[in-house]
Structures are given as C-alpha cells and as structure tokens.
C-alpha cells in the first residue's frame, strides 16, 4: 500500500482546480494498492512563509507548518495540481512547497495542470525545477488540460475526456510503481 497526496493548488473562491484535483483522486482511488487524500491548500489556509528557520533545518515552529509536515510526511508520492500563472506555476502551492523540506524528500510526484492552449505546461516545467531542489523524483507523465474553460457544461463541470482519462491511468500507474520502489529505498 502506498501513500499518494493529491495537492489542490488554488484558493480562491470559483476555482477550477478543485474539480481536477477531485477526479485525479477518485480515479486513484480505484487502485486497491493506493491509499489516496486530496489535501485542499484552501482548507489548510497556510500564511505566506513565516516560519523562523529555514525548512532545511527541520525545526519547524509553527502549528501550521507541524500540521503540513504531518500530513505531507506520511505521503509515499505526490501529484501536485496547478494552473498556470503568468506561464509559472500556482503561487499558493509554491508557498506550501516552501514550508517543508525532509517531507519532500526521495518521493516521487507528477502533475496535474491546466490553462489556456498550453494546459499549464510552463507552470508545470517551472515545479519540476522546485521539485529537483527538494529532491523530488519529477514523472515524465502529466495530464494537462488546454483550454479548459472550453469544455464546461452549463454546470460549470469540466467533461473529462477518455484521452484524459488515459493520460490518467499512465500517470498514476508510473506514480504507483516508483512511490514503491521509493518507499523501500528510503526504508533500506
Ligand atoms: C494573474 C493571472 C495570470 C494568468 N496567466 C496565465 C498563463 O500564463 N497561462 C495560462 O494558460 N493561463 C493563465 N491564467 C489563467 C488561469 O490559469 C485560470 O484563470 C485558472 O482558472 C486559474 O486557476 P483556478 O481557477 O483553479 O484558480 C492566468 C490567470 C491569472 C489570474
């Protein structure tokens, strides 16, 4: 069984990121073999960094900041979902990723991103230089949905397509089996 934490990068109110966030989770789910949660960046309502010592240090301070270590420490692999800002990443998740240090650590994560006709492709090149400095294992396999706002029915909700949910299910297969092999190289 392994540990996957899917990462909901936006906070504000009317966001499209939560309904990725909410379908890349359900369809993990379907894995036996996964122990998924999506952790919502807008519940956790983390300040702008203010933790006195640098995360590398490890001696964090703040309620919050033991809070996030917990809940991200037990993780075995991450997927991190994002739009795209300014052809960069979601500030609010780059703050969180900020916070910690050693709970990022030798895990493996892969993306989720959206956005105009790039699907968050910039943002998503751009986490994967923050992922190398916390020695995260980036995946190759992402999904990314252009132009998304395209495809909202009347709802409002996004009509995933049967591509997507290909790109999916390579995704997390590639996240499953390196999260494994992680988990036991970090035991050993
Ligand atoms: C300040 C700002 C900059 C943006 N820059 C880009 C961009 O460079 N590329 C892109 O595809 N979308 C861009 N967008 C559109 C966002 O990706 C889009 O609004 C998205 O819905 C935001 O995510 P959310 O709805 O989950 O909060 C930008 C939006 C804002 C507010």
Redesign the pocket.
């Known amino acids: 069984m392994v540990k996957i934490k899917v990462i909901s990068g936006?906070v504000?109110p009317g966001?499209?990121?939560i309904q990725p966030a909410t379908w890349i989770t359900e369809i993990a789910k379907r894995n036996p073999d996964v122990d998924v949660e999506l952790v919502d960046l807008k519940e956790l309502d983390l300040p702008f960094y203010n933790e006195p010592k640098p995360a590398m240090m490890g001696d964090y301070e703040l309620d919050h900041t033991k809070n996030l270590a917990k809940i991200m420490g037990e993780a075995d692999g991450f997927i991190f979902v994002t739009?795209?800002?300014?052809?960069s990443y979601s500030p609010v998740l780059a703050n969180a990723l900020n916070y910690l240090n050693a709970e990022w650590n030798y895990k493996p994560v892969s993306f989720v991103s959206?956005?105009?006709q790039?699907g968050?492709a910039r943002a998503v090149e751009h986490l994967r230089g923050i992922a190398g400095e916390l020695r995260m294992f980036d995946l190759r396999e992402q999904v990314l949905l252009p132009n998304y706002y395209f495809r909202l029915d009347d709802e409002g909700n996004y009509q995933f397509s049967e591509e997507e949910e290909k790109a999916a299910d390579t995704m997390l297969s590639e996240l499953t089996t390196w999260a494994e092999k992680l988990k036991t190289a970090r035991n050993s």
């Open positions: 936006s504000r966001r499209f990121n739009a795209e800002y300014n052809h959206y956005g105009s790039a968050g």
